[in-house]
């Protein structure tokens, strides 16, 4: 008698861990389908944020930022605070080495992609010591990836995350 009772008590143990399972993996479909449709509603309104967390420029290694840098899209402009590490051809006198920049982008353009599961966005920057061509790749997940031309400097690219309230 004992040994029935041990065997049916473990296989309640393994139904419950089995409806357990289950119960973990649909929470974690609805999240990220919820993460989905959001990176897909701020792509499309043209109003987000990325947190950028890692810096890879054209020569050298990836860097990892410990502040509070990121590249913002709100209607038809630009935001950008972000560091730089390469060599620049040409510099302002007096600045402060970073990629900062408040300007209305000329050229906007985005395309959802099957192949890299989420968004490319390319615009241009014109300021008045600088122009810049800026590339960003928008994953389903929230990850992005930034990427920098410029005719004074050399590229660098930006690893980071859209800016969520899901997660």
């Known amino acids: ?19 357990m399972v289950f119960i973990t993996s649909c929470s974690s479909l609805k999240t990220t389908s919820g993460i989905i449709n959001e990176v897909i509603q701020k792509v499309q309104s043209k109003d987000f944020d990325i947190g950028v967390n890692y810096a890879t420029p054209m020569r050298g290694r990836q860097l990892y930022l410990n502040s ?4 913002r899209i709100k209607n038809d402009s630009a935001f950008a605070y972000l560091p730089y590490f390469g060599i620049a051809y040409s510099a302002p006198y007096g600045g402060d080495g970073g990629i900062q920049f408040a300007e209305p982008m000329k050229n906007y353009s985005v395309h959802s992609t099957k192949k890299s599961n989420g968004w490319d966005i390319w615009f241009k920057i014109k300021e008045k010591e600088n122009n810049y061509d800026i590339f960003i790749c928008i994953f389903n997940n929230g990850s992005a990836m ?21 997660k």
Do not use: C, H
Request: hydrophobic content about 45%; charged content about 20%.
């Open 146 to 166: 930034i990427t920098v031309n410029s005719f004074n400097r050399q590229s660098i690219t930006f690893d980071g995350e859209l800016k969520s309230e899901l």
């Open 1 to 19: 008698m004992l040994p029935k009772l041990l065997i049916m008590k473990s296989q309640i143990n393994y139904v419950a861990f089995i409806v």
């Open 68 to 71: 509070d840098y990121d590249l």
